[in-house]
């Protein structure tokens, strides 16, 4: 049996109503560091440990939870009693093996999403949580916000929109994939564990761009497609109650930042469903068009809806906007702290990660083959050709 192993099968700590729920960040970089602050603002959250190859990042992220512990090694951090949850927000590539390592070790999950880098991790993951019984919330924040809730419920579950032939979305001149590295970085800091970072991708070295800005690189990342279309189709997926694409095809490239990046700096997905319906993905890093958001294309009408709020607008009659309510991560958070106590299902399920996950995949696999693929999503297999 191994330590983590072990650590899991001891693992008998039952929270009460009333109990601290003892946190590790797993990640401490911005998007950690944000996330943090949203579990630091639940009264039911300690923050007891913080972990990172780097410790310059920890000692940001310390400011946030003055009491943590500092780690370099997650498995360390897993094998502390006082941590009863984990808030892993890694680079994408290694998403798969902490999520599996923190549920073998007994412990509930906060993933940022994607969860996944590849096809084939997600299965192993769900198995994982499901079989140590743990609570495991994907960073999907839109399943939690007011009013993609009240969308769903008013105009999809109510049939007002019709029947549901395009769900059309866009995120363009997203900023996080254009990150600088620091000045003086061009050497690698000599606190900085980059064989760590680098874990299960092969032995590279020391690029200050792969690191301060990995979703540019496929090795890490899965660009655009998997960092905001993830969010899209998850809202979609909500939205029809249906994840389950059978086919895609994509288009794109490294149009205009040519400074060795691999993941496009432009893309178009499209990817068809069972039920029969389209989805389309399309995105540019290029400054001239900026802008995020979902149409959902019925037959009685359309439905626009970005993190600021969505409009309704039928075939006859006077278009209707409503505005968003509240601060839809503090809203996740806390919807992952409650399933911790009451050990329910939280809106982000490892299981809906998994498939809005696997949906994007499909769209870089598209990409990347330079093909239409045919998925069966039953057997969550891509057919031969």
Not at 155 to 171: C, E, N, P, Q, V
């Amino acid at each position: 049996m191994t330590a983590l192993a072990a650590s899991a099968a001891s693992y008998q700590r039952i929270l009460g109503a009333n109990d601290q729920i003892g946190l590790g960040l797993i990640g401490c970089g911005g998007r950690g560091k944000s996330v943090l602050k949203s579990f630091v603002n639940n009264p039911s959250i300690s923050a007891n440990a913080l972990c990172d190859i780097y410790p310059s990042r920890i000692d940001e992220a310390a400011e946030i939870a003055p009491k943590a512990k500092g780690f370099k090694d997650h498995r360390e951090l897993l094998a502390q009693s006082n941590i009863d949850a984990v808030l892993i927000a890694t680079p994408d590539h290694w998403h798969a093996g902490t999520c599996i390592d923190a549920a073998n070790a007994g412990k509930d999950i906060y993933c940022e999403k994607p969860l996944t880098l590849r096809l084939e991790e997600g299965p192993e993951i769900v198995k994982a949580v499901r079989v140590n019984d743990r609570v495991c919330q994907v960073g999907m924040q839109q399943r939690s916000a007011w009013h993609y809730l009240n969308a769903k419920e008013e105009y999809f579950d109510s049939g007002k929109l019709g029947k549901i032939t395009m769900a059309r979305t866009w995120w363009h001149g997203n900023g996080a994939h254009l990150r600088p590295y620091p000045q003086g970085t061009e050497t690698k800091p000599s606190n900085l564990d980059w064989a760590r970072f680098l874990g299960p991708v092969k032995w590279q070295e020391w690029d200050p761009k792969k690191y301060f800005n990995f979703r540019a690189y496929l090795e890490f990342g899965g660009g655009q497609v998997t960092d905001l279309f993830t969010h899209w189709i998850d809202a979609v997926h909500l939205f029809m109650g249906q994840d389950d694409p059978v086919a895609a095809v994509a288009s794109g490239g490294v149009y205009n930042y040519k400074d060795g990046r691999t993941a496009p700096d432009t893309i178009a997905c499209l990817l068809d469903y069972r039920q029969g319906w389209t989805a389309t993905f399309e995105a540019t890093l290029a400054p001239g068009k900026k802008g995020a958001g979902v149409e959902m294309v019925g037959t009685e009408g359309m439905l626009y809806i970005d993190r600021g709020s969505y409009t309704y607008t039928p075939l006859k009659g006077e278009p209707v906007t409503v505005k968003a309510r509240g601060d839809m991560t503090q809203d996740h958070v806390d919807n992952f702290v409650d399933c911790v106590k009451s050990r329910q299902r939280p809106n982000g399920d490892v299981w809906i990660g998994h498939r809005s996950a696997q949906a994007s995949h499909l769209g870089n696999i598209a990409y990347l083959q330079q093909r239409r693929l045919k998925f069966n999503p039953d057997r969550e297999e891509i057919l031969p050709l």
